[in-house]
């Protein structure tokens, strides 16, 4: 782990004098998606989490998965391919956020999330990205280069959509802030 942590920030250095880690080019997240790309390993629990957090919150969401395995030696390509797949599909799918999330480990369980070509991808993506890798404390690239970082997987789902009593919420009150606005002009013409 001593050499790996090394490594971690030998390219956490280099990564970030490029500016791929920089907050001035975050990008917001959509208030009221309709759609959102999930990338992860189908048979993990963070996708079970994820897909139920959203199906109670905000079941009016639609969600694309995007599979890959999310450790080992072909992991790194693989969650980059599938990065740039949920971009390319992202118009046609009506998808506006991609979260990319993966259940805790250790630093080598992890550590696909701070392989380069992941973070490259992560940075380059169209779509804004949610990072839910691990756990409260684990801290991948691929964390630091995501719009916004989420603590655990189910967090990464709370944060990507609002509850849907929320936005009916906001609804009505949009409503009935447009009604009276359009009835005081009519009452003061009466």
């Known amino acids: 782990a001593g050499a790996l942590y090394e490594e971690f920030l030998r390219r956490r250095a280099r990564l970030a004098a490029e500016g791929l880690f920089d907050e001035s080019r975050k990008r917001p997240l959509a208030a009221y998606p309709q759609g959102l790309a999930v990338v992860t390993f189908t048979a993990a629990a963070a996708l079970r989490d994820v897909l139920s957090t959203l199906q109670r919150r905000a079941p009016q969401v639609r969600v694309v998965v995007v599979p890959t395995p999310v450790q080992g030696a072909d992991a790194p390509a693989a969650i980059a391919q599938a990065v740039a797949q949920a971009n390319a599909m992202a118009g046609p799918a009506g998808l506006q956020t991609l979260l990319l999330v ?14 380069e070509r992941v973070v490259r991808a992560v940075a380059a993506s169209a779509l804004p990205v949610i990072c839910g890798v691990g756990h409260e404390t684990d801290i991948t690239l691929a964390d630091l280069a995501a719009d916004l970082r989420a603590p655990t997987p189910t967090a990464a789902a709370e944060l990507a959509a609002p509850a849907q009593e929320d936005a009916l919420r906001a609804l009505a009150q949009a409503l009935a802030r447009l009604q009276r606005a359009v009835q005081r002009p009519l009452q003061l013409q009466a």
Request: proline share 0%; net charge negative.
């Open 102 to 115: 993966r259940g805790g480990g250790s630093l080598e369980d992890l550590w696909a999330f701070n392989d």
